[in-house]
């Protein structure tokens, strides 16, 4: 393994790029190839995991794509909603990875800053996750809780007075 390393350490930085570019190339590709074999083995996850390929279809082709716009405006923020809750799950997991490296190198003040994120981005994983059932709320006060609900709830236009001419 030292000798891998040593010849690494001896190429250009232009050649380790183009050496990193190929690895995460196969890399890539190996894993998309696993992804899709592993797939169609029939596995509960993969099995889950398929039945998003066909509401990610769906969504695309019957409303993503369609000519009517409220019909596209829903279909694509249905889609940013999912994508957003993969993108802060990936995030959540590479801050907690990122803040473990930190505690085992000692950097006090990335870890700190890890921390931070970390609890950042938990806080819009709460913005982005189904929090609808009334147990979510049940420790704020019932005459709170109302105000704000009625204060959200879109108001109905007001009609135009006629003796206004």
């Known amino acids: 393994m030292d000798i ?3 010849w690494i350490d001896s190429l250009t930085s232009f050649q380790q790029g183009i050496l990193g570019s190929f690895v995460f190339a196969v ?3 190996f894993t998309q190839k696993s992804l899709k074999k592993a797939k169609s083995t029939g596995s509960h996850f993969f099995e889950e995991y398929s039945k998003l390929d066909v509401v990610k279809h769906t969504l695309h082709k019957e409303y993503v794509r369609s000519n009517n716009i409220q019909l596209a405006s829903f279909g694509a923020t249905i889609a940013l909603l999912q994508a957003s809750r ?4 990936g995030g959540l997991i590479l801050i907690f990875f990122f803040g473990l490296n930190s505690i ?7 870890v700190a800053g890890a921390w931070f994120t970390f ?9 982005v996750k189904d929090s609808s059932h009334p147990d ?3 420790h704020v006060p019932e005459d709170v809780a109302l105000e704000i609900i ?6 109905a236009p007001k009609a135009l007075d006629s003796d206004a001419s």
């Open 4 to 6: 891998v390393f040593s």
């Open 27 to 29: 890399t890539s590709w």
């Open 86 to 89: 993969w993108i802060v799950g």
């Open 104 to 110: 085992f190198n000692k950097e006090w003040l990335l």
């Open 119 to 127: 609890n950042c981005l938990l806080e819009a994983w709460n913005w």
């Open 136 to 138: 979510n709320i049940s």
């Open 150 to 155: 009625e204060s959200l709830k879109p108001q």
